[in-house]
Structure formats: C-alpha cells, structure tokens
C-alpha cells in the first residue's frame, strides 16, 4: 500500500503533462508595438451643439394661424408657421390703389407739360404757366415714389405672415399656440438642423498653446469613442474660470444635439514613444506585463514599465521593439511559453 502511494504523484504529473500536451492553441488577437506621438492630455466637458439653431419670431403683430407640428423636417423656405394676414392684405390692396393714383397724375402732368412747350415754343402761353406744371410734375413723381414703397412695406408685412424656415432643419418646439395674439418679436417656432453640429468644449487655459487649428482630438461618453478635428479657437480666457473655448467638427451620424461629451485636451507637447494598446497590459500584483508572440507561435512574458498614456495607446519600456506583435485580447489566461494561434 505504502509502494502504490509512492508512485501517486509520479502518475498526476504524467497526466497532467499529457492534458496540457492535448490542450488546443490559445486563440488571440495581436497588434504591433510602434513608434508614436504621444502627449499628456487631461479629459474636459463638451456637448454637442447644432450650428443652426433657431428661434423664429413673429415680424409683425397678428394672430396665429397655424403652426407646424414639433419633429416636422423642413427644407429651406419652406413655412412653418402662419399668421393671419386679412389686415395686411386690405393694406397692400390700398397701397396698390394709391400708386395707381399718382401714376394717373403724372401721367396726365407729363401730358400736360408737353402741350405747354409746344404753346410755349410758338409764344402762346406764358412761361409762367409752364414752370408751374413742371413744379406740380416733379410734386407728383416725388409722391408716386413714396406711394411705392408704402407698397413695398404692404408687401413686406404681407410676405413676413408666413414664417418660412431660413436653412433646412427639425421642428423642435412650438413656443406658441393656435389662436395667440403675438406681438412684434413673439418667439413662434424652434428649429435646429441635427446635420450641421459640432462640439463646444471649455478646457483649462494651460492647455490652449498645444491645441491648433486642425488638429484632430480624441473623445468619449459612456456610449461611444471617436475624434473630432478642431474647428476654431476662441482665443479668450475667462478670467472667473480661467477656462477657454474650443469648437470641433462632429460626425452627425454618430452623434447627437444635446449629447455630453468627454474631449481629451493635450497638457504638453507631443513626443514620439514606444507604445502599446493599453488592452495589451496584463496588470497584477507582482507588476505591469504583456505577452509578445514570437516567430515560432509561442508567447512569451515581458515586464514592462508604464509612461505617457493617450486615448488607446500607452508608452511602454522593457524588452520590446517596435514591431513587436503583443496580445490585446485573449492574454488573461496565457502563460509563458504557450503556444497561440492568431485570431482572423
């Protein structure tokens, strides 16, 4: 009994050699190790915004008609609200009549200016009575120009009843109701384009001479990760908050008008590192490791040493080259020496 439980431990360590020897290759994902422009940053708020965002007003005093309803696309010129327009309409019926009218007087002046130099030409009328119907001519020419554009502003407040949408966009809100009274400047209608958006972020003032025009900077919110090119500057800091402002381009198809957002703002300048994704780091107890796969499809175990970190990538120094295929993904269960297969 004694002999049998001796050559117990001999017999586990041949089955469980023979169980790894059997084990199939681990499957992982691999990306190289490469020289890059890294640079501290530091994570500040942003939203979205709609670079066209409206609230129309009523242009004249009247009451509302009618109103589109809130999420209605409209393209632009298109009418999104309407005011009643039976006063202007009598008004622009008057101011019509009235240049009309002075039409009528100049024409009949002009007719009558014209007999009184051919009588003048030949001494049959005083001078004095042609000098008079010229005064009255240009009285009456001043009159017609004014009855016109009392009928250009007729026009004006007629046109302005129907409150059109100046760029193509999305109801968003009806500040008003069917059958109010508004006055001039009344906000009617909201209406915002969800296609024309970009971000305004405040970042802290010790950032603003590593941030340029152009450049491309990474950010995030707890639903997705992208990058945004920097639209402008806003070259002021507020005294108060000693923050500044920075606009950046958005992709309308991934983000939305209201969204929050984190936007990663260089603190330093940008020197060139050996990194990483940070999915490759292995963190324990004992130290920050990564797993590199070598020619012969076996992994091997490499203590590294953490540095700058941006977005997904972080430097890394240790026994590793740039060129070096690291695991980031499949690397929580490996072990030093295993051999992989790469994921496709």
């Known amino acids: ?58 242009e004249v005093a009247a009451k509302l008609e009618w109103i589109a309803e809130v999420g209605t696309r409209v393209n632009k010129g298109e009418v999104v609200a309407r005011l009643d327009a039976t ?15 002075e ?26 009575q042609l000098d008079q119907v010229e005064a009255d001519l240009e009285a009456s020419r001043s009159d017609e120009a004014i009855a016109r554009a009392q009928l250009g502003q007729a026009q004006v407040a007629m046109a302005v009843t129907q409150i059109k949408a100046p760029f193509d966009g999305i109801v968003t809100e009806r500040l008003r109701n069917i059958g109010e009274r508004l006055n001039v400047a009344d906000e009617v209608i909201r209406l915002v384009d969800p296609r024309s958006i970009e971000i305004v972020a405040r970042a802290p003032l010790s950032t603003v001479h590593f941030i340029s025009e152009g450049a491309a900077l990474a950010m995030h919110n707890d639903y997705r990760a992208d990058s945004a090119q920097v639209r402008t500057v806003v070259p002021f800091g507020n005294p108060q908050s000693h923050m500044f402002e920075v606009r950046l381009t958005a992709d309308p198809d991934k983000w939305t008008v209201g969204e929050s957002v984190r936007v990663s703002m260089p603190t330093a300048l940008a020197r060139e590192v050996l990194a990483v994704p940070r999915d490759a780091l292995i963190l324990r107890r004992e130290g920050t490791t990564i797993f590199k796969v070598k020619d012969d499809m076996t992994v091997e175990q490499v203590n590294v040493i953490t540095g700058l970190g941006a977005g997904e990538h972080i430097e890394v120094s240790g026994d590793i080259a740039a060129g070096d295929q690291v695991v980031v993904r499949g690397g929580e269960r490996l072990g030093n020496g295993m051999t992989v297969t790469l994921a496709k």
């Open 103 to 128: 039409q009528a007087r100049v024409k009949f002046l002009e007719s009558e200016k014209h007999r009184l130099e051919s009588l003048a030409s030949n001494n049959l009328s005083a001078r004095s």
């Open 1 to 58: 009994m004694k002999r049998s439980m001796r050559f117990l431990p001999l017999l586990c360590l041949a089955v469980s050699g023979t169980a790894l020897a059997q084990m199939p290759p681990a499957n992982v994902v691999v990306q190289s190790a490469e020289m890059r422009e890294l640079s501290p940053s530091v994570d500040v708020p942003g939203t979205v915004i709609s670079r066209f965002d409206a609230r129309l007003a009523s």
């Open 87 to 101: 006063t202007f309409r009598l008004l622009e019926a008057e101011a019509e009549s009235r240049v009309r009218r």
